[in-house]
């Protein structure tokens, strides 16, 4: 078989790798190979030290610069993220160097430390930078194993689609509610305007609905007095059936803003931590030159 | 007693009413004949306030009425003034039945409006064409309706609409879309299913069913309508309805029979081709004149400039400088040889082969679409793996081809008169070879959609580019020094066939021994493994297959058929065979080629005993792939669904590398295994969306990206020839404040498409009305990073793909068995 000329085309994706896998684990090798050569300089040189090792060394200072300089970049993820620039770079490749060269801070920071911590603000800063990145460790684990369950639970149904057929089903009720009475139409009304989708993000990340007003409604339909006419009985029956369609719609609706709310939740800490983190860097920085 | 006058003018649109009001300036005895009740009928039916625009921006206006671009209502008050201050004499509701008589005394039918004498005939019907009617008992009682202007008209009324296209489910949707509005609205469909439909429009047409809002009878036709009710035919039987209200949308047939029955000849049989004109608009009926769309002219401009000159020409002016000559004049300009406008169509006209055949009216229009570049000895005209799909004749002097890409020293000559780009022209595929020029060289650059006219209209044009598309294609698949001498025996029996998708060209099992070359569209290999097909292998154009049974005289080892609607050409084995005896060099490459098929043969068998399931799931992603339209992509996104976390941070970086507007919906789409196909351009190899488009506005761009040019002028042919649904009309929203006001203060809408009520806002600040466009990926075109969806993808979920390169059995363990 034979194809005419190869392809010759601008930077293209073209491997199918995910981001923690990116390019052969290039940045988990960059980030494990800083992590071994910082230990093994450390026990190395902490021997020879005059005192024990601590950021005011030769040592301290070269491990804080480097992961200071982390911390800056590894926050300025946030920025490359939204900028759409014309010229050749990939969001994926940076996540991946996000990820690990964020993990190896763990060990860079730590040897900055000398293992001296204390109740002041260069711990706190050293703190919060753990807090980041254990939150950021969060995020991992859902970026690497809920897309799965988000792409399983919705099929091929949009968000718009969930919204509109929940819209379509609350005007079948009010329609199918025209010849209803009043207990009838209270509990229509209970379900139409009464059920809330969604509400704040712990409500969402618990997808915990029990006062559901659509539920509500249901057990009301079934505690009505016996319909007097052969018309209300087949109104309550079709109401039955769409008050059930709704439930269903709703809990697909719900499952899937709760497994959104799992996949952002993490950056709830992430992000006001590193803004923390940032300022206590900060002023830990000024307070070590200020009291040189 | 009928009325004679000098010129009858049918049709009010844009050509006929600037043919009447030149007619009317002229104090010519005149009658603008226009079958609704008002003028402009095509114009008059766009959708209320919609923005019209006047392209070509280059051409001048020279007509008795004015026109420039703005609101609908605004163009057709300013005609309607135009038409009366001229003094047209104009008669409304007069359908034109029939034309009969010759030049000087032709007798027009207008069925019970009598019928009218005239001298001349200028035919300006356009294309729409009239509605399919219904043809049962009681159709032409007055609440049988072939248009629905506003669907808000009717209240409390049983309607019955009638027709499974777009059109009548959107009028049954509009009908019932209001509750309040108290209708009954059912919709009848002669068929099983809704096919002919998009499917968002059946989409919401089940929903309006399953909600009550409608009724949808299929597999049923109105057999009876009276006063009040309608029967129809059922295959249950028959079974009567109130109905007070009938709306007919079963398409329309195209006024080409009616054209014809006046005795006028079309270019050819085609479905696409237009009459037969001499350059003053004449038709091979002396007397009768064809302008505008019906000429092949959609654009209002030039139906306007025709409809002044085709008046100037009856009235016997010769010497008219067309409007176009200072278009013309600029496009040569700068060209070698002095030539006047005119002297250069016949210099072009009498050289190039396949232009032969055409008018000089023809000419200039073919002139207007295409380019003629002065080449120097040694420039390229094109370079190898350029993308590029227009076809090229050579004026003057000649070419060669550079048909070894390692050795750029070994080339074919192409002398004057024939073309060159033709592979490119068919296959939409990119260039193969590098052409440079021989010698100093005059070309003409024919686009496709020209070429493609010009195919259709001048049948030799048409025969010639096929043959030398086989021959060509032939020695540049096969390479191994061929020359035109030995090929000739095998393509005097070749045949160029058209293949259904689906429809095999080689069965598995089968006897057949002919070798085939796929022209255009693409193929999949399947073999029949443990009684299931397995798919093994995709065909792009440009390939050819069933060398294995050929050479070595054993039933076929594979099916092979058409992923798309595809062309091939079918090489008859023997002189085949015959030609490999001769070249063994040829032999020898087709052996080495076969061996590598039969590896990768040998390669799925033995995956599939090891990992049937692997293989099976390859096999069905391959098959929903090229089900989704695939196999006609060149250029697809793709979205691994194990990936992706739905933080469509694609869409956001889309509309803000795009004037704010995102051209992809991740959400929409299909699904299949982890694998789904998002809302958004595949840059087909032919393009459903370039089929009809006025102005040419679109085209492909030099990394093969259909793209939509500034001409667009928003009348949404494209959006609806998309079987995709990935183009959408929409204007480009005022510009976002910055980023940093966004991130820091808050201001304005933050990355990403703006919401609706923001853009609204906004443009209501800003002041300025702006039409709807046709909008669609363009592939980033010119942005070095490439795709901006890929490159904003935090996880390596999007990912756009050639079939090609995705379809490999490379990819078996990769797609599926990945952990």
């Known amino acids: 078989?034979?194809?005419?000329?190869?392809?010759?085309?601008?930077?293209?994706?073209?491997?199918?790798?995910?981001?923690?896998?990116?390019?052969?684990?290039?940045?988990?090798?960059?980030?494990?190979?800083?992590?071994?050569?910082?230990?093994?300089?450390?026990?190395?040189?902490?021997?020879?030290?005059?005192?024990?090792?601590?950021?005011g060394?030769?040592?301290?200072y070269t491990l804080g610069t480097i992961s200071a300089g982390l911390i800056v970049w590894l926050a300025f993820l946030g920025v490359r993220k939204r900028v759409i620039t014309e010229g050749h770079y990939s969001l994926k490749a940076w996540v991946s160097a996000h990820v690990y060269l964020g993990l190896s801070l763990v060990v860079l920071a730590t040897l900055h430390t000398g293992f001296q911590f204390g109740w002041n603000i260069h711990t706190l800063a050293y703190a919060l930078m753990m807090l980041v990145i254990a939150s950021g460790a969060l995020g991992?684990?859902?970026?690497?194993?809920?897309p799965q369950r988000l792409h399983a639970n919705r099929g091929e149904?949009?968000?718009?689609?969930?919204?509109?057929?929940?819209?379509?089903?609350?005007?079948?009720?009010?329609?199918?509610?025209?010849?209803?009475?009043?207990?009838?139409?209270?509990?229509?009304?209970?379900?139409?305007?009464?059920?809330?989708?969604?509400?704040?993000?712990?409500?969402?990340?618990?997808?915990?609905?029990?006062?559901d007003a659509n539920q509500r409604a249901l057990k009301a339909l079934r505690n009505l007095p016996p319909p007097a006419g052969e018309r209300q009985a087949e109104a309550l029956a079709k109401i039955e059936e769409l008050l059930r369609q709704k439930a269903d719609v709703l809990?697909?609706?719900?499952?899937?803003?709760?497994?959104?709310?799992?996949?952002?939740?993490?950056l709830f800490i992430h992000i006001p931590a590193t803004f923390a983190l940032l300022a206590a860097l900060t002023a830990h920085i000024v307070s070590v030159f200020a009291y040189w | 007693m009928a009325e004679t006058y000098k010129i009858a003018i049918v049709g009010s649109g844009p050509a006929g009413m600037s043919a009447a009001a030149h007619a009317a300036k002229k104090g010519v005895s005149h009658v603008l004949l226009e079958k609704t009740d008002h003028l402009s009928d095509t114009i008059f039916r766009y959708q209320k306030g919609k923005h019209v625009m006047a392209t070509p921006n280059v051409l001048v206006l020279r007509a008795d009425c004015e026109f420039d671009a703005g609101k609908r209502e605004k163009i057709l008050e300013q005609w309607d003034a135009d038409v009366k201050a001229a003094g047209v004499n104009v008669r409304f509701k007069a359908e034109v039945k029939a034309i009969t008589g010759e030049q000087g005394a032709f007798t027009l039918d207008l069925g019970k409006g009598g019928t009218i004498q005239a001298e001349n005939v200028i035919l300006a019907i356009g294309t729409q064409g009239n509605p399919n009617l219904m043809r049962c008992e009681g159709a032409s009682l007055p609440h049988v309706q072939y248009q629905l202007d506003d669907p808000g008209e009717y209240t409390d009324e049983h309607i019955f609409v009638i027709g499974s296209g777009d059109a009548g489910i959107e009028n049954a949707l509009g009908l019932a879309a209001d509750a309040g509005q108290g209708n009954t609205v059912t919709i009848l469909n002669r068929s099983a299913d809704f096919a002919r439909a998009k499917k968002a429009n059946v989409d919401n047409l089940m929903a309006a069913r399953d909600a009550g809002r409608m009724t949808v009878m299929t597999e049923t036709t109105p057999s009876l309508v009276e006063e009040g009710w309608v029967t129809v035919d059922t295959p249950q039987g028959s079974s009567r309805y109130r109905c007070d209200r009938i709306i007919a949308r079963m398409g329309a047939s195209p006024p080409r029979k009616f054209v014809e029955s006046c005795g006028v000849t079309f270019a050819s049989e085609q479905p696409s081709a237009f009459p037969t004109l001499s350059p003053t608009f004449e038709t091979t009926k002396p007397g009768i004149y064809v302008i505008g769309a019906l000429a092949g002219y959609p654009l209002i401009k030039h139906c306007m400039n025709q409809g002044f000159d085709v008046v100037e020409f009856i009235l016997g002016v010769t010497d008219l400088e067309p409007a176009d000559e200072p278009l013309l004049k600029e496009k040569l300009k700068g060209l070698p040889g002095n030539r006047s406008v005119s002297e250069w169509l016949e210099f072009l006209r009498s050289n190039v082969e396949i232009l032969n055949g055409l008018s000089p009216l023809q000419m200039r229009e073919f002139l207007l679409d295409s380019e003629v570049r002065a080449y120097r000895a040694g420039e390229p005209c094109f370079i190898r793996n350029e993308q590029g799909s227009s076809l090229f004749g050579i004026a003057s002097g000649s070419v060669k081809v550079e048909v070894d890409p390692a050795n750029p020293n070994i080339t074919v000559p192409i002398g004057q008169g024939s073309i060159f780009g033709e592979v490119g022209l068919i296959s939409g595929r990119r260039r193969g070879a590098t052409i440079r020029a021989a010698e100093p060289t005059i070309c003409i650059e024919i686009p496709r959609m020209a070429a493609l006219k010009l195919m259709a209209q001048v049948p030799e044009a048409r025969d010639t580019v096929n043959r030398i598309t086989t021959e060509r294609q032939v020695?540049?698949?096969?390479?191994?020094?061929?020359?035109?001498?030995?090929?000739?025996?095998?393509?005097?029996?070749?045949?160029?066939?058209?293949?259904?998708?689906?429809?095999?060209?080689?069965?598995?099992?089968?006897?057949?021994?002919?070798?085939?070359?796929?022209?255009?569209?693409?193929?999949?290999?399947?073999?029949?493994?443990?009684?299931?097909?397995?798919?093994?292998?995709?065909?792009?154009?440009?390939?050819?297959?069933?060398?294995?049974?050929?050479?070595?005289?054993?039933?076929?080892?594979?099916?092979?058929?058409a992923a798309i609607r595809s062309q091939v050409v079918k090489l008859p084995a023997e002189p085949f065979r015959a030609l490999l005896a001769r070249k063994p060099e040829l032999a020898a490459r087709m052996q080495a080629e076969m061996k590598a098929r039969r590896e990768i043969n040998a390669f799925i068998e033995e995956q599939k005993e090891q990992f049937g399931g692997a293989v099976d799931m390859y096999s069905s992603v391959a098959n929903f792939l090229i089900k989704q339209g695939i196999g006609e992509a060149t250029d697809v996104l793709l979205i691994d669904e194990s990936l992706c976390v739905g933080c469509d941070n694609c869409e956001r970086a889309c509309a803000d590398s795009h004037d704010g507007l995102s051209r992809l919906n991740r959400e929409a789409g299909t699904t299949f295994a982890n694998i789904h196909v998002p809302t958004s351009c595949r840059h087909c190899e032919h393009p459903h969306c370039m089929s009809d488009c006025p102005p040419n506005a679109i085209r492909r761009g030099p990394d093969g990206e259909v793209f939509i040019s500034d001409t667009c002028i928003g009348c949404g042919n494209c959006?609806?020839?998309?079987?995709?649904?990935?183009?959408?009309?929409?204007?480009?929203?005022?510009?976002?404040p910055g980023l940093l006001s966004w991130m820091?203060?808050?201001?304005?809408?933050?990355?990403?498409?703006?919401?609706?009520?923001?853009?609204?806002?906004?443009?209501?600040?800003?002041?300025?009305?702006?039409?709807?466009?046709?909008?669609?990926?363009?592939?980033?075109?010119g942005k070095s990073g490439g795709p901006a969806c890929v490159r904003a993808c935090p996880t390596g979920a999007a990912i756009r793909v050639s079939p090609d390169a995705f379809l490999s059995v490379a990819r078996v363990d990769k797609v599926v068995a990945r952990p």
């Open chain 1, 1 to 55: 078989m034979t194809q005419i000329g190869a392809h010759t085309e601008r930077v293209r994706q073209r491997t199918h790798e995910g981001f923690l896998r990116h390019h052969g684990f290039r940045y988990a090798q960059i980030a494990t190979g800083l992590c071994v050569a910082a230990v093994g300089v450390y026990f190395v040189t902490a021997a020879r030290l005059h005192e024990p090792p601590s950021g």
């Open chain 1, 57 to 60: 060394s030769w040592l301290g």
């Open chain 1, 140 to 146: 991992i684990w859902a970026y690497a194993t809920l």
């Open chain 1, 157 to 211: 149904i949009t968000r718009r689609q969930m919204l509109d057929a929940l819209e379509r089903l609350d005007a079948q009720l009010r329609d199918v509610a025209q010849p209803l009475d009043r207990a009838g139409a209270a509990v229509v009304r209970l379900s139409v305007e009464d059920t809330e989708l969604g509400g704040g993000f712990l409500r969402r990340l618990t997808n915990n609905h029990g006062d």
């Open chain 1, 251 to 266: 809990s697909l609706a719900r499952r899937q803003m709760q497994i959104t709310a799992m996949l952002e939740g993490w």
């Open chain 2, 475 to 561: 020695l540049q698949i096969f390479k191994s020094g061929l020359t035109p001498e030995d090929i000739r025996d095998v393509l005097a029996g070749s045949e160029v066939m058209d293949v259904k998708p689906g429809q095999p060209i080689i069965s598995e099992g089968d006897l057949s021994d002919d070798l085939y070359i796929i022209r255009s569209g693409s193929m999949i290999v399947e073999k029949d493994i443990g009684g299931k097909p397995v798919f093994m292998n995709y065909v792009p154009a440009g390939s050819y297959s069933g060398e294995m049974a050929m050479i070595e005289r054993s039933p076929r080892v594979a099916t092979v058929k």
């Open chain 2, 719 to 736: 959006q609806r020839a998309c079987p995709y649904g990935v183009i959408q009309m929409d204007k480009p929203p005022p510009k976002k």
């Open chain 2, 744 to 781: 820091l203060f808050g201001v304005g809408p933050g990355p990403g498409q703006p919401d609706y009520e923001w853009r609204k806002k906004a443009a209501k600040a800003g002041g300025a009305e702006s039409p709807k466009l046709a909008i669609k990926c363009d592939m980033c075109s």
